[in-house]
């Protein structure tokens, strides 16, 4: 579990570094009458919150939902290797909200638990 103080989390070297390298999350958001609703986005990482937009965003279902239930997961994996297996992904627990980043719209993630596999280089 994430190292956390004041519900801030912190992330390790190699997760840090993971997280920047890596461009396709997969967010995940519940609708008003408890739907879970997961899609795959874009996102910029900036040591401590995940960003992401998009093209329209504010008539996406995910925009819809997070306005009425602010509580998200977000992983961000990879398939590193079929033979042997190899594996390796951040899931982040947190809590997402509507900002500006230069003049547009984004959906920042503050990351209140997280968890990690993989990043060692070993096999999973």
Do not use: C
């Not at 956390?4 to 070297?13: A, D, S």
């Not at 008003?32 to 990482?45: G, I, L, N, R």
């Not at 997070?66 to 982040?92: H, M, T, Y």
């Amino acid at each position: 579990m994430g190292k956390q103080e004041n519900n801030v989390v912190e992330f390790t070297e190699k997760e840090s570094k993971y997280l920047k390298e890596q461009r396709l999350g997969r967010i995940a958001t519940v609708s008003p009458d408890v739907q879970p609703h997961v899609v795959p986005v874009a996102f910029e990482f900036d040591g401590s919150h995940f960003y992401f937009g998009g093209w329209n965003l504010e008539k996406s279902l995910k925009f819809r939902n997070i306005r009425q239930n602010n509580k998200v997961a977000f992983v961000v994996d990879n398939l590193v290797s079929v033979d042997p297996w190899r594996v390796s992904g951040v899931e982040i627990k947190g809590i997402a909200e509507i900002t500006k980043r230069n003049g547009n719209e984004y959906v920042k993630i503050t990351p209140l638990r997280k968890s990690s596999w993989g990043l060692e280089g070993k096999e999973t």
